[in-house]
């Protein structure tokens, strides 16, 4: 059953990868706004390096937590920007949460992702509304987390959680980043959503059929 999960973390990834490369300059323009502008080729360099290292680590024989953990840390060590850092050390947080044991119900995919928050977090120091991917990752994970207690079906539970993230991701237009280097350009960036919260809402949304399936 671990394998099974594993090859569905590997496919979330691949569609993780192709929806990267899609937005890949438009991450990158929403970046320039405030930023420095290489949003885009900073995730394309992370799920890059995170599907090569899942691949290998699933050929191997690794079960889905071993293969989050390996795609976090290729995603940490490759990816560079604070986005690199935040990203995979949270699908490591992800992938030691879920074990290799699992087929994940969805009370334990929530409690992975709830890791994987734990972790943005306690690095980052964002809160809601200081403009950051936190935005869309707390209600994805709230949302998430509710569900499974109700027994909401996991496609249709991270699906609407998803949807939380991505309307969440829409509002944070409207604010000034209190975190990261788009701070000193606050004001430039008021009328733009934050693009690590955009790319956040997006990676999960196209996750939604095989982490959830
Ligand atoms: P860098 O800012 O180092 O160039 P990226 O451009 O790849 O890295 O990522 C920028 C994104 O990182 C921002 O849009 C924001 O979502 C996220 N971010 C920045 N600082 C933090 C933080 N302290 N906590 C969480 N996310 C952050
Ligand atoms: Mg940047
Ligand atoms: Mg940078």
Redesign the pocket.
């Known amino acids: 059953a671990s394998r099974e999960y594993a090859a569905r973390c590997l496919s979330a990834l691949d569609a993780a990868r192709d929806s990267l490369h899609a937005a890949e300059t438009k991450l990158g323009d929403m ?1 320039a706004i405030a ?2 502008g ?2 885009g080729r ?2 394309v360099r992370g799920i890059d390096a995170a599907t090569a290292a899942a691949a290998a680590a699933a050929r191997q024989g690794a079960g889905a937590g071993s293969v989050l953990i390996a795609a976090g840390d290729a995603w940490a060590d490759k990816a560079g ?4 850092v ?1 990203w995979g050390a949270g699908l490591r947080a992800f992938g030691e949460a879920l074990g290799d044991q699992v087929s994940p119900d969805v009370s334990q995919l929530a409690a992975g992702v709830a890791a994987f928050t734990d972790r ?1 977090t306690g690095l ?3 809160a809601p509304g200081d403009k ?3 935005d869309a990752l707390v209600p994805f994970t709230e949302t998430l987390t509710r569900l499974a207690a109700d027994g909401t079906e996991p496609h249709q539970a991270w699906a609407a959680a998803a949807v939380e993230a991505t309307v969440a991701a829409q509002a944070t237009a409207s604010l000034r980043p209190l ?4 701070r000193p350009l606050a004001e430039k960036s008021v009328g733009t959503p ?4 955009t790319s956040l809402a997006m990676i999960f949304t196209v996750m939604a059929p095989s982490l959830a399936g």
């Open positions: 970046d930023g420095d290489d949003h900073g995730m920007g604070t986005s690199g935040l943005i980052g120091k964002a950051t991917m936190v975190k990261g280097r788009a934050d693009p690590g919260a």
